[in-house]
């Protein structure tokens, strides 16, 4: 049962690099999302896809953009990465975004910019 | 402005202990209230949802309800195993909006 597979699971930045963190889901969900998770802040949702071929903002995007690579595949990309986008980020899925069909979580990716 | 609180922020229990976490919302058009449990090091694990004022789910251990304006997770003799973060999420119209959760750590 893999479910949402997240890729790398630790990464250590320097401030101005860039990368790209790999989202991978297996349930053929059309909605996928990407969070970040921050001490005292909860979860909040960077961008999401509620299908393929289509990306929105969420609540903090800025910083981040995303690709929709097909149905399975939600990457996210830091293009110069600063030290306040150190935190834990999640992607998720779910069947559908516009209805109230529950979210399914990976194990994350612990980022940090130095 | 729509939100999600809940409480208390930390618990702690004996094994065997009954007890309940709350969430606390006020949002325009509920669409539904998710529970999820979230170990340390994992990603949130789906646990029930609920629709409507007066709803219930059990899973083991646990008891989720739904009035106008909460929802409790009630745990029944709770295991050590059952230490985790609960975390509650309700959605509207537009959005699901997440509380900061209830860290509960059950001791043997």
């Known amino acids: 049962n893999a479910g949402v597979t997240q890729t790398p699971k630790f990464q250590v930045l320097k401030t101005g690099q860039s990368m790209t963190l790999q989202c991978a889901q297996d349930?053929?969900?059309?909605?996928m999302y990407w969070y970040r998770q921050d001490p005292g802040m909860g979860l909040r949702l960077i961008y999401y896809?509620?299908?393929?071929?289509?990306?929105d903002k969420g609540e903090v995007p800025n910083g981040y953009n995303v690709s929709r690579l097909n149905k399975r595949e939600f990457s996210l990309r830091l293009e110069s990465a600063a030290p306040s986008q150190t935190s834990v980020y999640f992607c998720?899925?779910?069947?559908?975004?516009?209805?109230?069909?529950?979210?399914?979580f990976g194990d994350g990716t612990r980022l940090s910019i130095l | 402005e729509d939100q999600v609180t809940q409480s208390p922020e930390a618990l702690r229990l004996q094994e065997g202990e009954s007890s309940s976490l709350n969430c606390s919302y006020t949002?325009?058009?509920?669409?539904?209230l998710f529970w999820y449990r979230q170990d340390p090091g994992k990603g949130p694990e789906f646990l029930f949802t609920?629709?409507?004022?007066?709803e219930e789910k059990e899973k083991e251990r646990l008891k989720a309800t739904l009035t106008k304006k909460e929802s409790f997770l009630h745990i029944t003799a709770p295991k050590p195993e059952d230490s985790a973060t609960y975390l509650c999420?309700?959605?509207?119209?537009?959005?699901?909006?997440w509380g900061l959760g209830t860290s509960l750590a059950v001791n043997p």
């Open positions: 998720a899925s779910s069947a559908d975004s516009g209805n109230n069909q529950p979210q399914h």
């Open positions: 349930m053929n969900h059309n909605s």
């Open positions: 896809s509620a299908s393929e071929g289509t990306t």
């Open positions: 949002v325009s058009g509920l669409r539904g």
């Open positions: 609920l629709y409507s004022a007066g």
């Open positions: 999420a309700v959605l509207n119209n537009r959005k699901l909006i």
